[in-house]
């Protein structure tokens, strides 16, 4: 039976190489933003018009869409026979991952050796502080030496940034810097979480330098605001980084945003900041960090936070290979008082997330 592939993006033309090399018959695209559009003389089609007997492959990273789940269960509704999930449609056509790996987008490389090395994995798998670190680290390192669905890291389903299983152990009201805030995702998990008892905040600071998401941002804050006045919100129209400056950015791509360095030209350029000097007066106990590889840079620039305050620590690990073992040895020379812990939220070894919490009440 012939396919459609859901999702004309890098992962969809990933799908559709394998299903020609295998001489699997495809018969077009389903992309809501493409619709009536044509790709590799293939149609694309939306979702009320596609051929409902065809099988689906919903080819949608997490970084586009992270509700893959509800476009399966959408597509259902809508009457589509056989819809194969991100998951089953990866487990279906493995060789998928080495042609993603041929894009070198995030932390794949198409050399292997490029996304490992062995004493600094040593060192890292040290540091962890429990097993199933220890174990989500191992799988990994085997999944980027192998890129096989058997070496594969499933996502935890866990609440990201506030996973159940990592012992945060507030003393007091949380103080929180959202770094890469996107359009608020995580303040409104957070809040929830506020809500239902779990957490208590006090106090949201979010930084988000691309203008359409910064509005909505904006918005979401203000009509959180609304439902939860003893929470103060902040939101900043800026990048982290190392220092105060004026640097180049790849603006519009939803969550994937991001700085560029070099010459500045002035229609793409957007204002950094360093949390040291913005923050240093805020008493802040936590910090997430997910800004599209400009991770480092920010760490950096919170030096004196992290080493006086020793805040908690949500620090995004995927976006470079090496982010994996250089952002922890880079925390660990700054404030060696944390345990660490590393947990997968999402598919592709997306939202690998590095926690740090400080050893004893903060």
């Given at each position: 039976m012939n396919y459609l592939i859901y999702g004309a993006g890098h992962f969809g033309e990933c799908f559709h190489r394998i299903l020609v090399q295998q001489n699997t018959p495809v018969s077009g695209w389903i992309d809501q933003r493409l619709a009536n559009q044509m790709k590799f003389d293939l149609p694309i089609f939306d979702e009320q018009t596609a051929d409902r007997n065809m099988n689906v492959i919903i080819a949608v990273t997490p970084l586009v869409n992270s509700n893959r789940e509800q476009i399966k269960e959408r597509l259902i509704e809508l009457g589509y026979k056989n819809v194969l999930g991100f998951f089953e449609a990866v487990q279906k056509f493995p060789g998928v991952f080495s042609q993603y790996a041929q894009l070198e987008h995030l932390w794949m490389r198409k050399n292997h050796d490029e996304m490992l090395d062995n004493t600094s994995i040593q060192w890292l798998r040290a540091r962890l502080e429990d097993n199933k670190s220890k174990n989500i680290l191992d799988k990994l390192c085997a999944f980027r030496g192998s890129l096989s669905i058997d070496d594969y890291p499933e996502p935890d389903k866990k609440v990201e940034y506030y996973p159940d299983d990592i012992p945060f152990n507030f003393q007091s009201p949380i103080r929180f810097i959202d770094c890469g805030a996107y359009t608020g995702d995580t303040v409104e998990a957070f809040v929830e979480l506020h809500k239902k008892n779990i957490i208590s905040i006090e106090h949201i600071a979010s930084f988000e330098p691309d203008t359409i998401?910064?509005?909505?941002?904006?918005?979401?804050?203000?009509?959180?605001?609304?439902?939860?006045?003893?929470?103060?919100?902040?939101?900043?129209?800026s990048g982290v980084w190392k220092c105060v400056d004026l640097l180049n950015f790849n603006q519009g791509q939803t969550s994937s945003s991001n700085i560029i360095q070099g010459e500045v030209i002035n229609d793409s350029s957007v204002s950094v900041i360093d949390l040291d000097s913005t923050c240093q007066a805020m008493d802040i106990n936590y910090i997430k960090m997910d800004i599209e590889g400009a991770e480092l840079a920010a760490l950096e620039g919170?030096?004196?936070?992290?080493?006086?305050?020793?805040?908690?620590?949500?620090?995004?690990?995927?976006?470079?290979?090496?982010?994996?073992?250089?952002?922890?040895?880079?925390?660990?020379?700054?404030?060696?008082?944390?345990?660490?812990?590393?947990?997968?939220?999402?598919?592709?070894?997306?939202?690998?997330?590095?926690?740090?919490?400080?050893?004893?009440s903060h």
């Open positions: 998401n910064f509005k909505v941002l904006t918005n979401t804050q203000r009509e959180l605001k609304k439902q939860n006045p003893e929470i103060s919100f902040q939101a900043f129209p919170a030096r004196n936070l992290i080493q006086t305050q020793q805040p908690a620590l949500a620090i995004c690990v995927y976006h470079k290979p090496k982010d994996l073992w250089e952002l922890p040895q880079f925390i660990d020379k700054l404030q060696p008082n944390y345990n660490m812990y590393l947990r997968v939220h999402e598919h592709l070894g997306l939202s690998t997330v590095l926690y740090c919490i400080p050893k004893g």
